[in-house]
């Protein structure tokens, strides 16, 4: 079985200002990918990036870069100079590549708030 | 551009009613997946298929059937709808693993059971 968990509800951060959003996760799976998605107030989906697990670097896109520590189990976003634009949920996700079929799962979120 | 298309944007039905909520895509994807989404709860998956006429189910599939008879649309069932089911539910569709694309996703049915 999978499990993505986000403990952060909700977050705050200053325009300008770099914030980090956590993500863990559990898998018996050798190899899967981890994915961030924002969702703004509309309710759209929208992409953010992307880590494979066997990925020798860190994904980075644009202001978006993914921490990912492998031994920890962790792949916690981080957005660099916020802007009031980035306010929205954030939402983890993970595929098992192999093996384990295409069981796409997602946690609660975290509600980020973009202040002046 | 592709494109995932949800039958409704809000849909309200009574208790006991027969629900249909259909998603096509256009993008020729294998995998297909339903979620509901509800505050607090993020996005659980109720039902994924990874091809025409197989399933799986995901983690909350009591309440819910899917169909899938063609690629393109793969259709959630609420056999007698309730208020617990009361939700936004969430389609979407992506390529099998291992190929590290994303999902994509319609955009949602917010379905009220009165």
């Not at chain 1, 860190?58 to 100079?81: D, H």
């Not at chain 2, 899917?66 to 959630?76: D, N, T």
Request: with cysteine.
């Amino acid at each position: 079985a999978q499990k993505i968990t986000q403990t952060q509800p909700g977050m705050f951060v200053q325009e300008k200002e770099a914030v980090t959003l956590d993500c863990t996760y559990d898998t018996s799976d050798p190899s899967y990918g981890l994915f961030w998605y924002k969702q703004p107030s509309s309710g759209e989906m929208i992409f953010l990036i992307y880590q494979g697990s066997y990925d020798q670097q860190n994904a980075t896109e644009g202001r978006y870069s993914l921490n990912f520590q492998k031994a920890r189990k962790s792949a916690n976003l981080v957005i660099s100079a916020s802007q009031l634009g980035d306010s929205a949920m954030y939402f983890c996700a993970m595929i098992p590549i192999t093996g384990g079929g295409n069981k796409l799962t997602f946690g609660t979120g975290t509600q980020l708030k973009v202040e002046l | 551009d592709v494109k995932v298309t949800q039958s409704s944007r809000y849909l309200v039905k009574r208790t006991g009613e027969k629900v249909f909520l259909e998603c096509v895509q256009d993008m020729d994807h294998e995998n297909m997946f339903w979620y509901r989404q509800d505050p607090g709860l993020g996005l659980r998956l109720i039902y994924f298929s990874y091809d025409v006429k197989m399933k799986e189910k995901g983690d909350i599939p009591e309440g819910y059937s899917v169909s899938r008879e063609k690629k393109e649309r793969f259709s959630l069932i609420l056999e007698s709808a309730s208020t617990n089911q009361t939700s936004m539910y969430l389609c979407a569709t992506r390529p099998p693993a291992p190929r590290n694309t994303e999902a994509f996703f319609g955009q949602g049915t917010r379905l009220t059971v009165v």
